[in-house]
C-alpha cells in the first residue's frame, strides 16, 4: 500500500505574520516571504489547508478577491483580530503555486451559506461562462485552478465555534451541501467534519452522510458524496514520556473512525463499486495551551521531546497509510509550528527536523516491521492510552520507494537508556544514517542557538545498532 499525503495546514495568522508580510525586506514584489518559501520547499508538501481553522468561521471569501484597495476589513471572531483581506484566495493559490503544492479549502459552515459556498468553487473550478468564473477572469485569471479537496466545515461541534451545531443539524446540512457542490463539479472530493475519531460525533454523521442514493449520484456506481472524514488532535504533555508516547492516541483514533467507516457502509448498503472513504487527519500537533495559549498566539517553543512526539505522530501516519488519505500537521509558520520568523530570517524549531526526515525518505509503500523491546509502563495522556494500545520504548514505520530503498524511522523515548538491537533483514554493508537528538529532552531551537539538528553518518550493517536515548534515527539502504 502507498503511504498518506503529508499536508500542512495555513491559517489566518500564518498570512498574517509569516507567508505574507509585504512590508518585510525578505518578500518578494507578492509579499511571499522568500526564506519561508525556500524552507517549505525542503518538504515537498502535496497539500496545504486554507483559510484554516476556527478562522473559517466567519470568513466570507468575497472580502479576499479583487483590488486589494477595495477589499473590506472585518472584525475577526476566531482569535479576537483583524482581517484585512489583503491575503486571499487569488494569493493563496498563487503562493501554493510558487510553493509547488496544491490547495484544500475549507468552507464556511458557521455564518456562510451554500450559495456562497457554490460560488467560491465555481470561482476557483469554473470553464463555463457564468458570472463567478468570469470573476475570476476579470481579477486576472483565466484558466481554472482546479481545486480538488474541499471541507465541510471545521470543528462545527466545538463549542468554540461561531454557529456550533448539533451532529443532527450538521449531517443534514453537510449532505445537502454535498448534493449540491458535487452537482456543480463532480471531480471534486469532499471532506466529512468529525471529530477525534473516538466520539459519538463521528459514528453519526458517517452513518447519516457516507450513503449511497442512484438520485443523488445521478446513477453512479462508482461515485460518493463524501470521499474523506477529518477529525483532530492534539497532544502533548510536561512530563515527558506521556508527551512522547500520546501520539498513539492517534493510531487508535484512525482505527476506530475506520471501522465507522465500514459501519456506515455496511448498513446504508454501500456497493463496494464505491471507493472506500478514508481518514483526513487535518489538523494534528504537539500543543500545550496552557504553554502557548491560542489567544496570545500560540507560539509554541518545542523541546526535544516534542520533536520526538512530532516523530512519533509521523510513524503512526505511515503505519496506518492504508486507512489515511491526507494528514496536515498544523500549522506551518510561526502558530504552533516548526518554523518560526524573525525580521532577519528563519528559525528550525526542533520539530522540524522530524518532518524533514519523513518528508524526504518515508514514501513509496508501507513493510512490515516486527518490534520486540520493552515497554513504557508509566502513566499517559490521554489516561486511555493505557490499556488500550501498546507503548514501546522504540517506536518504528518502514518504507520502501519505486527505485528499491528501504527506510526506517526508529524512536526512542527513552529518558536515559540506549537501546543496542538486532536488525534482522539489513542485508547491505552501506546505511545511511541521520539521528534527530540534544542534550536532554527538555532543550530548545532559538534564533541564538540550534540544540537539535540532524547528524549524518553510515553504518555497515555489521552486529547491532544502537539506538541513543531521546532520540530519533532515520536508516535508509538500497535493497
Not at 72 to 100: Q, Y
Not at 361 to 367: E, I, P, V
Request: charged share 20%; aromatic share 12%.
Amino acid at each position: 500500500m502507498k503511504t498518506y499525503m503529508a499536508g500542512l495546514q495555513s491559517t489566518w495568522a500564518d498570512a498574517s505574520m509569516g507567508i505574507y508580510d509585504p512590508d518585510s525586506p525578505l518578500s518578494d514584489s507578492n509579499g511571499f516571504r522568500q526564506d519561508v518559501l525556500s524552507a517549505l520547499r525542503e518538504l515537498s508538501i502535496p497539500v496545504i489547508r486554507y483559510p484554516g481553522g476556527n478562522f473559517t468561521a466567519t470568513y466570507h471569501w468575497l472580502d479576499g478577491v479583487g483590488p486589494v484597495s477595495q477589499r473590506p476589513s472585518r472584525p475577526e471572531l476566531a482569535w479576537i483580530g483583524v482581517e484585512t483581506n489583503r491575503f486571499g484566495t487569488d494569493e493563496f493559490m498563487k503562493w501554493c503555486t510558487e510553493l509547488g503544492t496544491q490547495p484544500f479549502l475549507c468552507l464556511n459552515f458557521g455564518t456562510g451559506t451554500l450559495d456562497e459556498a457554490l460560488a467560491w468553487v465555481e470561482y476557483c473550478n469554473g470553464t463555463q461562462d457564468t458570472y463567478y468564473a468570469n470573476l475570476r477572469r476579470k481579477n486576472g485569471r483565466q484558466e481554472p485552478y482546479r481545486v480538488k479537496y474541499w471541507a465541510l466545515g471545521n470543528e462545527v461541534w466545538g463549542p468554540w465555534q461561531v454557529g456550533q451545531m448539533t451532529k443532527e443539524d450538521y449531517a443534514k446540512k453537510a449532505y445537502q451541501w454535498a448534493k449540491a457542490l458535487k452537482l456543480l463539479d463532480p471531480s471534486i472530493e469532499l471532506v466529512l467534519c468529525g471529530e477525534t475519531g473516538f466520539s459519538s460525533w463521528d459514528v453519526y454523521t458517517l452513518k447519516e452522510c457516507v450513503r449511497w442514493s442512484m438520485h443523488d449520484l445521478g446513477g453512479s456506481t462508482t461515485a460518493s458524496l463524501i470521499s474523506m472524514h477529518s477529525i483532530h488532535l492534539y497532544t502533548g504533555s510536561e512530563e515527558h514520556l506521556p508527551n512522547v508516547t500520546a501520539p498513539l492516541a492517534a493510531e487508535r483514533a484512525i482505527q476506530m473512525a475506520s471501522g465507522f467507516i465500514d459501519l456506515a457502509r455496511i448498513e446504508n448498503g454501500v456497493p463496494h463499486t464505491v471507493p472506500r472513504q478514508l481518514i483526513c487527519f487535518d489538523e494534528w500537533n504537539v500543543w500545550m495551551p496552557e504553554r502557548a495559549p491560542g489567544e496570545k498566539g500560540a507560539e509554541e517553543k518545542y523541546t526535544l521531546s516534542d520533536a520526538l512526539a512530532v516523530g512519533v505522530w509521523l510513524n503512526v501516519f505511515v503505519r496506518q497509510s492504508k486507512l489515511v488519505g491526507m494528514a496536515n500537521l498544523a500549522q506551518n509558520v510561526n502558530v504552533i509550528a516548526p518554523l518560526m520568523t524573525t525580521p532577519e530570517g528563519v528559525v528550525k524549531q526542533t520539530t522540524w527536523w522530524p518532518l524533514w526526515l519523513f518528508s524526504r525518505y518515508m514514501r513509496g509503500h508501507l513493510l512490515a516491521v516486527n518490534v520486540r523491546c520493552t515497554e513504557y509502563e508509566g502513566p499517559t495522556h490521554p489516561n486511555w492510552i493505557r490499556g488500550t494500545v501498546q507503548t514501546p520504548y522504540l517506536d518504528v514505520s518502514a518504507t520502501i520507494d519505486e527505485k528499491g530503498l528501504a527506510s526506517m524511522a526508529v524512536v526512542n523515548v527513552h529518558e536515559s537508556k540506549d537501546f543496542e538491537t538486532q536488525l534482522e533483514g539489513v542485508a547491505t554493508d552501506d546505511v545511511q544514517v541521520y539521528h534527530v537528538g540534544g542534550e536532554n529532552p527538555k532543550v530548545v531551537n532559538t534564533a541564538e542557538k540550534t540544540e537539535v539538528g540532524l547528524n549524518e553518518s553510515k553504518w555497515d550493517g555489521r552486529g547491532s545498532f544502537i539506538f541513543r536515548k531521546h532520540s530519533l534515527y532515520l536508516l535508509r539502504w538500497q535493497t
